[in-house]
T-cell receptor, first 114, second 111 residues
Framework: NAGVTQTPKFQVLKTGQSMTLQCAQDMNHEYMSWYRQDPGMGLRLIHYSVGAGITDQGEVPNGYNVSRSTTEDFPLRLLSAAPSQTSVYFC?????????????FGPGTRLTVL | TQLLEQSPQFLSIQEGENLTVYCNSS?????LQWYRQEPGEGPVLLVTVVTGGEVKKLKRLTFQFGDARKDSSLHITAAQPGDTGLYLC???????????FGSGTRLQVQP
């Protein structure tokens, strides 16, 4: 199993550009989520999904869109990038979405917005 | 203000020393998890505690969940350079599906 994969690993954008961060998992997990990690802030939840076709907002959803058309994929779209979105983005998946389940994280995407 | 406060933020110790990392909140959590993250990688789960007062041991690591389920601690005995990393606690509040992460404790163990 590849686990959770994320692409790209690094990305530089200009203010106002849009892009999609890709996330895929091959563990047949129902629950997937996106976090951003900023220095001194830990991880903050952006959006999450409890299954295909179902998404919900997390702690910091503004400026981001998600969709979940398949169990495997959970892309994160930045509609109009801003410097405040410079961060490291992690995708995670877990079996059932219960908060005692193990969350498996991808390797992250380091995004810089100029 | 962070819902989960971790202390200390940074810790640099010599190989063989013992240390304790704390994770505190004013809120009650139904469960708490501890993760370790190495540079350039995603966090990896170390342990989950769900019962107030629970103590779990993982080799040289001892995890404790407070009786009131508002705090947790991680104690490392005889630290080794391989323990170096960012330690994150993450809690689930009762009735919520999402995890809240602390800001982390960065540990450096010098050989």
């Amino acid at each position: 199993n590849a686990g959770v994969t994320q692409t790209p690993k690094f990305q530089v954008l200009k203010t106002g550009q849009s892009m999609t961060l890709q996330c895929a998992q091959d563990m047949n997990h129902e629950y997937m989520s996106w976090y951003r990690q900023d220095p001194g802030m830990g991880l903050r939840l952006i959006h999450y999904s409890v299954g295909a076709g179902i998404t919900d907002q997390g702690e910091v959803p503004n400026g981001y869109n998600v969709s979940r058309s398949t169990t495997e994929d959970f892309p994160l779209r930045l509609l109009s990038a801003a410097p405040s979105q410079t961060s490291v983005y992690f995708c995670a998946s877990s079996r059932g979405g219960g908060t005692t389940d193990t969350q498996y994280f991808g390797p992250g995407t380091r995004l810089t917005v100029l | 203000t962070q819902l989960l406060e971790q202390s200390p933020q940074f810790l640099s110790i010599q190989e063989g020393e013992n240390l304790t990392v704390y994770c505190n909140s004013s809120s009650v959590f139904s469960s708490l998890q501890w993760y370790r993250q190495e540079p350039g990688e995603g966090p990896v789960l170390l342990v989950t505690v769900v019962t107030g007062g629970e103590v779990k041991k993982l080799k040289r690591l001892t995890f404790q969940f407070g009786d009131a389920r508002k705090d947790s601690s991680l104690h490392i005995t005889a630290a080794q350079p391989g323990d170096t990393g960012l330690y994150l606690c993450a809690g689930a509040r009762t009735g919520r599906r999402a995890l809240t992460f602390g800001s982390g404790t960065r540990l450096q163990v010098q050989p």
